[in-house]
């Protein structure tokens, strides 16, 4: 389709980029203490964009701007979940960011960056969607600049984030020079038609998992994860695990729907190119939950060990793109929802609770059960549900990712999946333990405002209601993904 | 394309220039060392402290703003190429680009970013005597 | 040898070279400068594969705005002197052999396969072509890096600025 028709498939994101403009001519008018108004207004502007597009839902699968993005139910489910994250994420962010409006134009950016990477269809759009959420984030993880371990933390993602990125533009050349073009599906004709040699193709193919895998934080390429998420401001930390990583594997399953897999069935992965995906994948994904779960183990700080249980549910999910068929797909679509409540919550009990406990230390939880009940008992709940016990949400999530892996005899993995669960409940029930059975001789009381209650009621509901009724958006998640296969 | 063959000639000879006119100077120049003459040359007078001194940081931030309107301009070359094959079109297009990018001049102009010197009033005690 | 040979050869030497001088030089501030000779160097192979306006953008943007912007950090920096003098090696001999291993996967790579995309054997402009690419077909690229820049701009300059200038 063509430029000027592509515009009326565009509205969220026409909408999100003049927000951006308005919102930063308004920052300007506003004084210094009313600067909170850009806050509302993001929130607004990011909600309008989220009703957008969810309006887009029914549409048919349509390519727009000449073939440089493609708007399908795939993309919109993204486009909507990551909108809520960026909602949830201005939400747990506006008791403590008032100063700035910087923050929040910058946390629109990032929507913007995220509405792209979940509908790119081009060499050149993956790399200028994945920049504007990778070069926004740097800053935001380095949005408080007197804190010297924010410094460090921003420092270390953009060292890594631009050395993975130039692999993969790398990668990218390598595509481009073997298939001369840079639409995916052009590439995909081209690898099918051609006989191509399958060492490039490898070597092309492993770049670009570089690059993917840096953006989802999936081992080896999460060297920056543990300080990045202890030292950025604790709802960037939260939203970095929910937001760009959902909108990550967004971009990877469609690469390697489009790409690399056969275009007859689409469920299968390109023969004769051997590549080995599904190999090569399901050791990724087992070194990565291993890794993040056993590093998880060791952790004082509440927020590093929050970093190292989002590098094993990367592993989580990357189980089920091994299978590579719609079920798959559904398991992790239902998952990122179901993680991006829990994690939030997790995320949001941190935050809030953060100036009255005084540290971000595991320890500073001692007897958190007595001294504020209702904060802890959610905290337990998200920690069991990122456990995945039932009867909440992490469990639906865990059981449909591991029935995708087994219903393909995937029984090795599956049997690392429930070893690495069994590691993980140690880290999590911890945090439950310091809770409730440590306890000081006199508890002091904490009190929360109602904001902060509020707030996590309604993270705290979704993760509850999720895990006895799951029916609807495992639906959703099947038809997105279905609608992408064409049936 | 010929034309960088030109840019080519150009390079090499502005080498050329630079280097014999140092070669020329060091053949006639009358040579005595000296102690004073590895001072580096501060407008005459003995140098105070090291030559390292750190920069303002005005400096960096004003690069900074550079480099993003720098690439912006970038983008004007080829459009002007093809301007007057491809008209209104590609005039809106170009608008919109810079029209979003002049929202970025105008934050970092409200914001005082551009802003070399701001003039602290702390002497205004001194200033105040001064005028009596 | 031909002339357009002997001058890749010269681009070549003075492109390493200098990019060695980058990587091993003891001082900062060196490295920053040979970085100016090694960034010109890409411009002339730019050149050298007729991708006019790409040269013409290397030097616009790296050597006459990054490169400024790196020398300004180098010269920003604290006390530059007593910082450490080496870019530390935790093992050359590993890293060498990984340099060369890759090195080789890559050479291998480029040297066997068939490439279909080709560099232009006679050269011409191609500034018109970037030109209406990017006002037809890659329009939306186009206009997103607009909004892009608006946004590394803001928070570029939020993170540069000194706090006490605001209030």
């Known amino acids: 389709m063509n430029n000027l028709n592509s515009l009326q498939y565009f509205l969220p994101e026409l909408f999100l980029s003049a927000s951006i403009l308005i919102i930063i001519i308004v920052d300007l008018l506003l004084k210094k203490d009313k600067k909170i108004i850009t806050a509302y207004l993001s929130v607004l502007a990011v909600l309008v964009a989220f009703f957008l597009a969810y309006r887009q839902y029914n549409y048919a699968f349509t390519s727009l701007f000449e073939g440089m993005i493609v708007l399908d139910s795939f993309a919109v489910y993204f486009k909507v979940l990551t909108a809520l994250s960026t909602i949830i994420v201005i939400f747990i962010s506006m008791p403590a960011f008032r100063r700035h409006s910087e923050y929040y ?15 790119v269809n081009d060499l050149l759009m993956i790399i200028i969607a994945m920049e504007m959420v990778g070069i926004i984030s740097y800053v935001l993880a380095g949005f408080n600049k007197f804190n010297m371990k924010s410094n460090e933390a921003s420092l270390k993602y953009v060292l890594y984030g631009a050395a993975s990125t130039g692999v993969m533009a790398f990668g990218f050349s390598y595509i481009y020079g073997l298939t001369g073009h840079t639409n995916l599906f052009a590439i995909q004709q081209a690898i099918v038609g051609h006989s191509l040699q399958p060492l490039p193709v490898f070597i092309a193919f492993v770049m670009v998992v570089a690059g993917l895998g840096y953006k989802i934080a999936m081992v080896p390429f999460h060297f920056w994860v543990p300080d990045v998420y202890e030292g950025a401001p604790t709802p960037i930390t939260a939203f970095l695990s929910v937001g760009p990583k959902a909108a990550g594997i967004a971009l990877f399953i469609r690469f390697l729907i489009t790409v690399v897999a056969h275009p007859a069935s689409q469920t299968t992965f390109i023969q004769n190119v051997q590549i080995q995906a599904p190999l ?3 050791v990724l994904a087992v070194v990565t939950m291993t890794l993040g779960n056993v590093s998880a183990l060791g952790q004082k700080n509440i927020k590093r060990m929050l970093g190292y249980s989002a590098i094993a549910h990367v592993g989580y999910m990357m189980m089920a793109l091994v299978v590579f068929n719609t079920r798959g797909f559904t398991a992790i679509m239902f998952y990122m929802v179901v993680y991006m409540f829990m994690n939030f919550g997790a995320f949001w009990v941190v935050q809030s609770m953060t100036p009255h406990l005084g540290s971000e230390d595991i320890s500073a939880y001692k007897g958190l059960g007595y001294r504020h009940p209702l904060t802890a008992v959610a905290m337990a709940v998200f920690m069991l549900s990122l456990t995945g016990i039932p009867p909440f ?37 911890y945090v439950i333990k310091v809770m409730f059975l440590d306890r000081d001789e006199e508890i002091k009381a904490i ?12 993270l705290l509901i979704p993760v509850l209601a999720l895990g006895v009724y799951w029916g609807p958006l495992i639906d959703l998640a099947h038809n997105s993904i279905g609608f992408f296969f064409g049936n | 394309m010929t034309g960088f063959y030109i840019v080519f000639l150009f390079l090499v000879l502005g080498m050329l220039i630079v280097a014999v006119t140092l070669l020329l100077s060091r053949l006639l120049q009358p040579r005595k060392r000296e102690k004073d003459k590895f001072i580096p040359y501060e407008c005459g007078i003995v140098p105070e402290g090291e030559a390292w001194i750190q920069f303002n940081n005005r400096f960096y931030v004003i690069a900074l703003i550079f480099i993003i309107f720098d690439v912006e301009v970038l983008f004007l070359f080829p459009w002007a190429v093809v301007f007057d094959t491809m008209g209104m079109v590609a005039f809106v297009e170009m608008m919109i680009f810079i029209a979003i990018l002049l929202v970025g001049l105008a934050y970092v102009w409200a914001k005082g970013d551009l802003n070399w010197v701001k003039p602290k009033p702390r002497l205004a005690h001194l200033a105040k005597k001064k005028g009596e | ?11 070549a030497v003075v492109t390493i070279l200098s990019a060695g001088i980058v990587a091993f030089s003891s001082k900062l501030i060196h490295s920053a400068f040979a970085l100016l000779a090694t960034l010109v160097g890409f411009a002339a192979f730019y050149v050298y594969l007729g991708a006019d306006f790409l040269a013409v953008a290397q030097i616009m943007i790296y050597v006459g705005g990054i490169l400024i912007l790196i020398i300004f950090g180098v010269m920003m920096t604290h006390r530059i002197y007593d910082t450490s003098k080496r870019t530390a090696h935790n093992s050359l001999i590993l890293s060498l052999l990984g340099g060369a291993a890759m090195a080789a996967i890559l050479g291998m790579i480029i040297f066997r396969s068939p490439w279909t995309a080709t560099v232009f054997k006679t050269l011409k402009p191609t500034t018109s072509m970037i030109g209406t690419s990017i006002l037809t077909n890659y329009l939306l690229p186009f206009e997103v890096i607009s909004v892009l820049l608006l946004g590394a ?4 300059v939020y993170l540069a600025r000194r706090e006490e200038d605001e209030e």
């Not at chain 1, 134009?105 to 990477?117: K, N, Q, Y």
């Not at chain 1, 449909?400 to 140690?426: D, E, H, M, P, R």
């Open chain 1, 105 to 119: 134009i910058l946390l629109l950016v990032v929507t913007l960056g995220m509405f792209l990477m979940v509908e």
């Open chain 1, 280 to 282: 090569l994948l399901a």
């Open chain 1, 393 to 429: 949400a992490g469990f639906i999530g865990k059981v449909y990712l591991f029935a995708a892996i087994i219903k393909q005899n995937w029984y090795t993995l599956a049997v690392i999946g429930v070893i690495n669960g069994v590691i993980s409940l140690y880290y999590y029930a």
């Open chain 1, 447 to 458: 009190s929360v405002p109602l904001y902060d209650r509020v707030l996590l009621w309604l």
């Open chain 3, 1 to 11: 040898m031909e002339a357009t040979q002997v001058l890749f050869w010269f681009i």
């Open chain 3, 153 to 156: 701009l803001v928070g570029a």
